[in-house]
């Protein structure tokens, strides 16, 4: 098994950037989304993912509909709730000018405020598009670097 690594740089005022080393285990099981995104490199524990969701996760809300996990941790708490599938959907974008489509499954939380996630619909690689878990953020650019 192997670390899965990937730097981001945000789009925000300060432009944070980082390198988030998450864990295979994280990678298999986690059950709870940390979506922080500061200046400092990290490594998740086993119990946490982002940008992703873990196999598990990906699994049951295909299989099931429905899984419960933590859609917003800060790295503090571990408040998992309910989310279910809404459904498959397109997303939209350009790469390099050029209007592309990917299909993704939106998956939201249930409850009266929900936070929302647009996953890649893809077992292997169930990266999050974009999310809103009381801000948004959504992928705007993949550059790979074989360092």
């Not at 005022?13 to 980082?18: G, I, L, Q, S, V």
């Not at 500061?38 to 049951?60: H, P």
């Not at 000018?97 to 996630?117: A, L, Y």
């Amino acid at each position: 098994d192997s670390f899965l690594q990937f730097r981001y740089t945000m789009t925000n005022r300060r432009n944070n950037t980082a390198i988030i080393t998450i864990t295979p285990a994280s990678l298999d099981t986690a059950s709870v989304e940390k979506n922080t995104f500061a200046t400092y490199n990290d490594t998740l524990s086993n119990s946490q993912i982002t940008v992703w969701f873990s196999q598990r996760m990906f699994s049951e809300i295909m299989t099931n509909d429905t899984s419960i996990f933590d859609g917003n941790s800060s790295g503090w708490g571990n408040i998992k709730t309910k989310y279910y599938n809404a459904g498959k959907t397109e997303y939209h974008y350009e790469l390099n000018g050029v209007p592309q489509r990917i299909e993704v499954i939106h998956v939201v939380e249930d409850s009266d405020n929900p936070k929302e996630f647009w996953v890649l619909n893809d077992p292997v690689n169930p990266m999050i598009i974009k999310m809103n878990v009381g801000w948004e953020i959504w992928l705007k650019e993949i550059n790979h670097n074989y360092e």
